[in-house]
């Protein structure tokens, strides 16, 4: 079974910091783009961060240019992010999604997903 599963999602203090990471199973995130997305309560789902297969790609929406960090370990079939200086804006559920191809346009456009975590709220709040 496909599956990736996002996880490190919670609480936090704006100012704080979390890291949140996206295992997959039953199949290989290696030949894969990678997108972290993520989607605050009554707006639409949107892209935040994306990472090429090989890692040398690296993409961030402006809101968070500066403040998130994305990452992979290809060995761990695994994929993070890095959000400091969370601000109550931040709030929403954040899903890891893995690509078609390996990079390219297409990370940018859900279209370009074909597997999908079930998401890990993030809300920051004192």
């Known amino acids: 079974q496909l599956q990736l599963v996002e996880s490190g999602g919670g609480l936090v203090q704006p100012g704080g910091s979390l890291r949140l990471s996206c295992a997959a199973s039953?199949?290989?995130?290696?030949?894969?783009?990678i997108g972290w997305f993520r989607q605050a309560p009554g707006k639409e789902r949107e892209g935040v961060s994306y990472i090429s297969s090989n890692s040398r790609s690296i993409k961030y929406s402006d809101s968070v240019k500066g403040r998130f960090t994305i990452s992979r370990d290809n060995a761990k079939n695994r994929l993070y992010l890095r959000i400091d200086s969370l601000k109550p804006e931040d709030t929403a559920v954040y899903y890891c999604?893995?690509?078609?191809?390996?990079?390219?346009?297409?990370?940018?456009?859900?279209?370009?997903?074909?597997?999908w975590g079930q998401g890990t709220q993030v809300t920051v709040s004192s």
């Open positions: 039953g199949f290989t995130l290696e030949h894969s783009a």
């Open positions: 999604a893995a690509c078609r191809g390996p990079w390219g346009p297409y990370v940018e456009r859900e279209s370009g997903y074909e597997n």
